[in-house]
């Protein structure tokens, strides 16, 4: 075929074609085979994805540019159409160019007079944009799943979980499949589905959610505090939510934690400072009392002077049991075991159970290691909470366990009451705060006092079916 017959416009809309577009002389041999194909023509598009100057190409035959063509699956399919003027298509192909493997896509070969007609379109960018794409998306999903903070993935339109990772499900206590494909709302994740409105709301708003501190529910209805944060990302070209929670609900309890002993050792502070000195003037009001009650002129009065000096006794106990919380008292700690100590208790808490018709059980591990503490100060520890809990109950169990957690050694004492209220709970230890319409509120902030001075920590969990509280000892030496 003869290049320069054709119209000048032809030219214009080859040389403009998006596509790639080429046409290929045969060159026959004397016993009228194909060699080689000369290179006729290029467009554009073509030379662009040869990545070779049009005239160092056109006029060559192809076998001085590639070495091996006349040997390539590629040459043979050419020399077909030319024979045979059957057209050939194929949707991809790996081809080899001028600088090595390149991607193609939609290749057409068709006869075209006394040559071949060649068009093609360059899908090697759009696949190594792809290959990008692809590895951008293993590797988010590599550190996605292994990332030690707990994130989900959900969807934008309709709010369900795609995707969590293995930390999400064991901070909320789930199996993967049982959270894919359903959402917070239906899980029963959030304490207050009103904050969940509102986190949802900020995402849509904003786009982001940074930090929220908020409630939410485990599968055992553990109500656990997160910081929670979102954003809003494209992944795998649907439009999702990225969230990731951080529990800190052990933060949460050692900042309570704190405040409370602060306070704890102020009000111990003034104690050990003002104690004495209201002490010595009562003792010398009572002595006075019990002159009086040996004199005859009294004597119309002794019924009150008793009472006066009951509540004089009563006065003193409540400043000896206000001296406990200081935390300078000397303690005498020594190697323990927690099981004897509850044992030689075990006479007087059943006597104390049968006064108040209640029943106790104890439940002592065999393996449980001992502790450092002053055993005194641990008696008075487990006296005031079995009366505590006696009190709480009317015809109910206690049951006192002795277990072994980790490197913890824990009491646990467990009453049938009605529950600790809310308003009270995040006050407990602290002094004079009670819920008894007798009490002092003195008796849990002695113990929490005798816990923090014999190395141990108090937990509560409360219900409306009843209280039970974990005294847990640390393993120490002398």
Not at 160 to 166: A, L, Q, S
Request: proline residues 2%.
């Amino acid at each position: 075929m003869n290049m320069d017959i054709l119209p000048e416009e032809t030219f214009h809309l080859l040389d403009n074609l998006v596509d790639c577009f080429g046409i290929y002389k045969p060159i026959f041999n004397e016993h009228n085979n194909i060699d080689d194909f000369i290179v006729e023509y290029l467009n554009q598009s073509a030379t662009y994805f040869i990545a070779i100057d049009k005239e160092k190409i056109i006029g060559k035959k192809m076998s001085d540019l590639i070495p091996v063509f006349n040997k390539t699956n590629f040459f043979t399919t050419l020399c077909d159409v030319m024979r045979t003027g059957e057209p050939f298509t194929v949707d991809t192909l790996e081809s080899v160019n001028y600088l090595g493997l390149k991607l193609v896509s939609k290749l057409r070969i068709v006869k075209y007079g006394e040559a071949l007609a060649i068009s093609w379109r360059d899908k090697s960018e759009q696949k190594a944009a792809e290959d990008s794409y692809r590895i951008s998306e293993e590797k988010f999903q590599r550190v996605f799943s292994s990332s030690p903070i707990p994130m989900a993935i959900i969807d934008t339109l309709n709010e369900t979980i795609i995707d969590v990772n293995e930390r999400f499900c064991i901070t909320l206590e789930y199996k993967r499949e049982e959270i894919i494909g359903n959402n917070s709302k239906t899980l029963n994740f959030y304490e207050d589905m009103q904050e969940r409105s509102k986190i949802f709301y900020n995402l849509r708003q904003a786009g982001r959610v940074h930090n929220y501190e908020v409630n939410v529910r485990t599968k055992s209805k553990k109500i656990i505090t997160v910081l929670l944060s979102a954003e809003s990302v494209i992944i795998c070209q649907t439009p999702c939510h990225l969230v990731q929670v951080n529990d800190i609900t052990e933060r949460k309890f050692l900042e309570k934690e704190v405040l409370r002993l602060d306070r704890l050792n102020l009000i111990g502070q003034l104690a050990a400072g003002i104690g004495h000195e209201i002490r010595n003037p009562l003792t010398s009001v009572r002595g006075f009392l019990q002159i009086f009650q040996n004199k005859d002129e009294f004597a119309n009065y002794g019924e009150y002077l008793s009472i006066m000096i009951q509540e004089l006794d009563r006065a003193n106990q409540i400043i000896s049991d206000f001296l406990s919380l200081s935390k300078t008292k000397t303690v005498r700690k020594k190697s323990e075991s927690l099981n004897s100590i509850l044992l030689s208790l075990k006479a007087l808490i059943s006597s104390d159970a049968f006064q108040s018709n209640n029943d106790v059980l104890f439940e002592l591990c065999d393996d449980c290691f001992d502790i450092i503490v002053d055993e005194r100060e641990i008696k008075q520890l487990i006296l005031n909470l079995v009366r505590n809990g006696f009190e709480a109950m009317r015809s109910g169990v206690l049951m006192l366990k002795t277990r072994i957690e980790g490197k913890e050694l824990v009491l646990e004492i467990k009453d049938q009451g009605t529950g600790i209220k809310e308003e009270i709970l995040d006050k407990l230890g602290t002094p004079f705060i009670t819920s008894k319409d007798t009490g002092t509120g003195l008796g849990l902030a002695i113990c929490y006092s005798i816990a923090e001075r014999n190395n141990a920590s108090i937990q509560v969990e409360t219900s409306p079916k009843g209280t039970t509280f974990f005294v847990r000892f640390r393993k120490s030496e002398l």
